[in-house]
């Protein structure tokens, strides 16, 4: 476990950028990790998680609650809409809005259960044709239409094609971010966070770096 090691590099990143400390968020990646290791990490006091899959979450994180007060968990994987209830119940934040019917599920759930996790619209910004996400051409007029349904859109959310220089991806984020009044950026990850958080990442999401290898069932 390096949890100390990550928290010392990204207040470093923020002093380097001239960021104000504490001003990102540290996600750790919890998916496919055994419960002693997410375990470890909270009793070190972390209580900011991110999960893929709402199954997945939803047969870990219940159970913790119970032991460990003020979990804040972050759906950052694909979400079907016929999930979008049990997400509701169990995360504060979901990363990944990227179509309509998505984020008219949403409003609905929203204006029934009376309550609505912050969103993160999810930014396609290679537009690469096997990643979910909105295309950079369409954002603008994404966010007008998810702010009409009265949804807290708080920020931008991308993954860059591993084989481009993320920097570009996490510059045309920013920018993006920026032009629609936004002020959350959710990128950067284990390999390129430092770099993530120099143009202005306010979300990272570090998993590899903190637990370990992954250990698929």
């Known amino acids: 476990m390096a949890l100390a090691d990550i928290s010392e590099r990204i207040a470093n990143a923020e002093l380097a950028a001239g960021r104000d400390a504490g001003s990102v968020q540290l996600i750790a990646v919890s998916k496919v990790q055994p419960n002693e290791r ?3 990490v909270l009793e070190e006091g972390h209580r900011c998680f991110g999960e ?9 994180w219940p159970d913790f609650r119970e032991t460990y007060d003020g979990v804040d968990l972050h759906l950052i994987g694909p979400l079907q809409s016929n ?17 309509p019917k998505l984020a008219t599920t949403f409003a609905r759930l929203a204006q029934e259960m009376g309550y609505c996790p912050d969103m993160f619209i999810q930014v396609n910004t290679g537009e690469e044709p096997q990643k979910a996400g909105v295309m950079p051409r369409e954002v603008d007029a994404f966010v007008a239409e998810c702010v009409s349904l ?34 959350c950026l959710s990128m950067g990850m284990s390999s390129d966070f430092e770099r993530a958080i120099s143009f202005g990442a306010t979300h990272i999401r570090v998993g590899s770096a903190i637990f370990g290898d992954r250990v698929p069932n």
Do not use: W, Y
């Open 150 to 183: 009265d949804l807290p859109v708080k920020g931008l959310m991308c993954i860059p094609p591993v084989e481009e220089e993320a920097s570009l991806h996490f510059a045309l984020l920013a920018k993006m971010a920026k032009r629609n009044g936004l002020s």
């Open 38 to 40: 997410v375990a470890s």
């Open 83 to 99: 999930k979008a209830r049990q997400a509701f119940e169990l995360f504060q934040s979901i990363h990944t809005l990227d179509r």
């Open 52 to 60: 893929n899959k709402v199954q997945e979450a939803g047969g870990k």
